[in-house]
């Protein structure tokens, strides 16, 4: 496949995955930390709104990391993948998430002792597909510097 299509298959992949992002947040968290359904939520109850505000500050971050990859991916529709750039916003990307992870997992305990939420569980396997996902990010960005050293080193080869 050319780096076009790859990029255009990487956009895609990022508008869905926006998409989906979204629609969890303007449903789905507001059926968890409320009675489970949209018709009669809480707005009144202050756990909920902590709540509900909480899981809105955890997911923005989220959005953040899909910035970076439209990066990446505007980058490799130019032919460029291999940057040293790309590596730094794979890495801030790794960074970005692992504070999430914590404070999202830390919130969620916190609301579960209180008593607020019993969805703990699935908090839990939430935050373990965030730290797979975040290790081969880390991965990742260590394989993009040396591609990026490599590539510079073969552009200077004549």
């Not at 910035?67 to 990307?93: D, P, T």
Request: charged share 10%; proline share 2%.
């Amino acid at each position: 496949m050319n780096e076009k299509l790859l990029s255009s298959l990487t956009r895609i992949a990022i508008l869905i995955i926006g998409v989906c992002g979204l629609l969890s947040c303007f449903l789905w968290i507001p059926i968890s930390t409320g009675n489970g359904t949209l018709q009669d939520l809480p707005w009144e109850s202050s756990s909920f709104l902590i709540q509900y505000i909480f899981h809105w500050i955890v997911s923005l971050p989220c959005f953040a990391l899909l910035f970076f990859a439209w990066r990446i991916a505007s980058n490799m529709n130019n032919g460029r993948l291999f940057l040293e750039k790309n590596a730094l916003y794979v890495s801030y990307a790794f960074m970005i998430l692992i504070i999430d992870i914590i404070v999202f997992l830390i919130g969620n305990t916190v609301f579960a002792i209180l008593g607020w939420n019993g969805w703990i569980i699935l908090h839990i396997l939430i935050a373990a597909t965030g730290l797979v996902v975040s290790i081969f990010m880390y991965i990742l960005s260590k394989y993009l510097i040396r591609a990026a050293i490599l590539q510079e080193e073969s552009d200077f080869t004549v």
